[in-house]
């Protein structure tokens, strides 16, 4: 088994708008090993979240590879990559994006629907999350009634309920103040240290510190790739 | 097996999820499963009507007595000044000749049919009068409910008896049983001495509503018009062994009677021979068109029910366009996404359907009562109605489950 997570080759998506061809990433090649913690970086047009998504399976490279733990994901289908999605990649989105109305518990259970797990197997290990994010008070509070730093824990706990092999954060901290953002840096960084890989796309220079490898987007294309000097650390909440 | 279960397990996620979304927006999930409720209930109505219609039918049908052939003349009504060869006739000893010479004939009954005024001291009624003999009561299975009915005897002395029908008892012996009472039937007195069983009614017409009373009495002392031969009859009951002499003996019945009224080849009967299977084919036809048409105009209200359904899906699939996007991020497959609409319309259409459902048995209870007319809901129909309402979601839920499921995940995602 490689050690290799990620591997891109000359990955390209082009969007066509108004009758223009426009390259959002362009002839990417780079790979993550497992284990490590990347922030991507870059202004916003430059690729870097298009480049996510693909990584993410979310969206379809226009043409290029992607080779996702081995699997060249162009030889799946739209099931296939549900898959992969589902058991290998937690997602964590700016907005947080939890069901509104919905306990915590059951967002969080959410994926393990879609895994085919049972009701009871579903609600434990929810509950079992949630409680390492620091919630086990806070289970049955919909979003509604939760911080935003609450609710980027539960969507945190979400993302890990699958064991999944990669976190990708898009601006994670985006939607948060400084210090809870550090709390939550703080999390990526422990989980981080307790082995899985975690991806981070943001544009603000302080947070990708606390990755330990930054790529820099422009123009669709990797203009820097080396890694961080001098890495912060944040002490988890 | 595994795989099955695992799949139960996915579609009551799926009861689950679509009960959450219904419940968030309450009023509208009422709004649209009222359309399906008013369509399974004017559908369902419109079945138990069309039943009740046929059974209705089956019911009268059954008070004529089964095996049976009608014989009743038919005057001709051709062209040119009446005459009195064209004139139907029909006499006893065309009963008698029938009897003998029709192969499967078990019974004949000739009667002569009057309308009478029946007076008791204080009361009257008018009503009509059958006049009959004993085998009228086999034919068209009539009996006596109290007394007896008329006896041979009865006929040949002509004896002033009558058997009268509930109504005429309730109209003339509103407290009494009237067995042994005299009343007077155009002013002639008569003894009561049976009441018949009731026959209840059917569509409107009162089969309680007459008297039976031995012929020759009839056409000695009741007749009013003497225009009538002393033989003549007003109609003859056929009885038949089985179904199959009476499908042979109607032809037989018309051969005879053409033979004995030396009908020239070419001219039409001057009577007509009738079988309560033809009766029973033909109202069961028009019953049956009578509900179909019924249906088809109920079936509208379910169409325009099931239109709604999709619209509320497609604007629900709008809504939450960004909900889907994130289950398909966090690992649902385009299925899940196509099931997970297709269940919130079943779901829609199933209670609108049982509701409906239960709507219908309970206004088909109350017109069963006020209009005295059966309007039965059986099981088959109950389960059909459950079972086209979720078809309804099924197929007017198709197209935005399955154009929810079609959407990128990334696009989805990114919507607002």
């Not at chain 2, 299975?141 to 029908?165: C, H, K």
Request: with cysteine; hydrophobic share 45%.
């Amino acid at each position: 088994m490689t050690t290799l997570l990620l591997e891109t080759h000359d990955l390209v998506k082009d969007y066509a708008i108004g009758g223009e061809i426009v390259h959002a990433v362009n002839n990417v090649s780079l790979s993550i090993a497992r284990g490590e913690f990347v922030a991507i970086m870059g202004a916003s047009g430059s690729g870097k979240s298009t480049f996510m998504n693909m990584i993410g399976c979310l969206d379809i490279p226009t043409s290029g590879t992607l080779l996702l733990d081995g699997i060249d994901t162009k030889t799946l289908d739209s099931d296939a990559l549900a898959e992969i999605r589902n058991r290998k990649i937690g997602f964590v989105f700016q907005q947080f994006n939890l069901l509104a109305r919905t306990s915590a518990l059951d967002n969080v259970a959410v994926p393990l629907i879609y895994t085919g797990i049972g009701y009871t197997e579903r609600r434990r290990r929810a509950q079992d999350r949630l409680e390492a994010m620091g919630l086990a008070n806070r289970l049955q509070n919909t979003p509604a009634k939760l911080s935003g730093g609450q609710q980027q824990r539960v969507a945190i706990a979400r993302a890990l309920v699958t064991d999944p092999l990669m976190l990708l954060a898009d601006e994670p901290t985006g939607a948060l103040d400084t210090q809870i953002s550090l709390d939550i840096m703080g999390i990526f960084q422990k989980l981080n240290d307790d082995g899985i890989t975690v991806v981070l796309v943001t544009h603000e220079p302080d947070i990708a510190e606390y990755a330990a490898r930054r790529i820099v987007f422009r123009d669709g294309q990797v203009i820097d790739d080396a890694a961080v000097k001098s890495r912060r650390r944040a002490s988890a909440a | 097996m595994k795989d099955v279960l695992g799949s139960l397990a996915g579609w009551g996620v799926n009861v689950a999820i679509a009960l959450t979304a219904l419940r968030t927006n309450l009023m509208r999930s009422i709004l649209t499963t009222l359309g399906v409720m008013i369509g399974v209930f004017s559908v369902i109505l419109a079945v138990a009507v069309g039943n009740g219609a046929q059974v209705s039918v089956s019911q009268q049908i059954a008070t004529l007595g089964s095996n049976m052939a009608i014989v009743v003349p038919q005057p001709d009504s051709g062209s040119g000044p009446p005459r009195p060869s064209d004139r139907g006739r029909l006499t006893e000893r065309d009963g008698q000749a029938i009897l003998r010479e029709v192969s499967g004939v078990s019974t004949v009954a000739p009667q002569i049919r009057n309308s009478v005024q029946i007076v008791t001291p204080g009361r009257s009624a008018t009503t009509q009068a059958t006049g009959a003999t004993p085998e009228y009561g086999v034919v068209s299975n009539i009996t006596a409910s109290e007394g007896r009915f008329l006896t041979q005897s009865d006929v040949g002395s002509a004896a002033r008896v009558a058997v009268i029908g509930e109504t005429v008892a309730n109209k003339l012996f509103p407290e009494t049983i009237p067995v042994g009472e005299t009343i007077r039937i155009n002013r002639v007195p008569f003894t009561v001495i049976g009441l018949l069983e009731s026959k209840g009614s059917n569509l409107g017409n009162d089969n309680d509503d007459q008297i039976v009373v031995p012929i020759t009495t009839l056409r000695q002392r009741l007749l009013t018009t003497a225009a009538q031969g002393p033989d003549d009859v007003t109609l003859i009951f056929v009885g038949f062994e089985d179904e199959d002499s009476l499908l042979s003996g109607q032809k037989e019945i018309e051969r005879l009677l053409r033979d004995r009224y030396r009908v020239a080849k070419g001219k039409i009967n001057p009577f007509t021979v009738r079988t309560t299977t033809e009766i029973a084919e033909t109202t069961g036809e028009v019953t049956q068109i009578f509900q179909a048409v019924l249906v088809a105009i109920a079936s509208i209200s379910l169409l325009v029910g099931g239109i709604g359904i999709m619209n509320i899906m497609l604007v629900s699939v709008t809504e939450r366009t960004r909900e889907i996007g994130l289950r398909m991020a966090l690992g649902a497959k385009r299925s899940d996404i196509r099931n997970q609409f297709l269940v919130e319309a079943a779901v829609l259409c199933v209670i609108g359907g049982a509701i409906g459902l239960s709507l219908a048995i309970l206004a088909a209870s109350i017109f069963e009562r006020i209009a005295e007319f059966p309007a039965p809901i059986g099981l088959d129909t109950a389960i059909l109605a459950v079972a086209f309402s979720a078809i309804i979601g099924l197929v007017f839920g198709g197209y935005p489950a399955i154009r929810a499921s079609r959407l990128s995940p990334i696009e989805a995602l990114r919507s607002e």
